[in-house]
């Protein structure tokens, strides 16, 4: 199984990447949150993939974290009528903490404005998910980056503020991501915000 790629970044797109390694060019699909990370074209890149093997065809997914990837395969391998296409979809919409935080809580109408699901996919994301992603007392674990929390990180608390000024979910989201990417990940919640609506 092909876990991981390390090379060159030869081309970038919205949801694609080129990954130059031992003279071949490897493309991998990634998500949007992926994507907003990757260095220039020309830079070193390491990902961490998952290879979709299907009767007609060979995929290589990849993200930024070891955490995405391995949600990426939990939805793929758990949840009926979320294929690696819609999965992808999901993951470009909305950041992990968020996607975490929405199935732990059982936010269908975060979750069913993902492109590709409607609100049947979402509850099944839900009921299918949560026990493991850490959503019930019964002591399952938590798939969680770096195994921390993630109820109340900066950037949790940033797009947290941005719904309560009126942003949809998804754009307080984006920003949040944004402003982080340019700030830094020591950036307080203050500095988030302001960078967010900046």
Known sequence: MITSIQGILSES?????????????????????????LPPVGSAVRLHTLAVYREDSQTLYGFATAEERDFFKLMIDNVTGIGPKVAL?????????????????????????????????AERLVVELKTRVGGSGDGAQALQPGGAAMAHTPQADAVAALVALGYKVSDADEAVRRASLSLGAAASTETLIKRALG
């Open 89 to 121: 979809s999901i993951m470009s919409r909305l950041s992990l903490p968020l996607l975490l935080a929405a199935i732990r809580s059982g936010d269908i109408a975060t979750l069913s404005k993902c492109p590709g699901i409607g609100r049947k996919t």
């Open 13 to 37: 797109g919205l949801v694609r990447a080129v990954v130059e390694a031992g003279g071949l060019g490897y493309e991998v699909n990634v998500p949007v949150t992926t994507a907003e990370r």
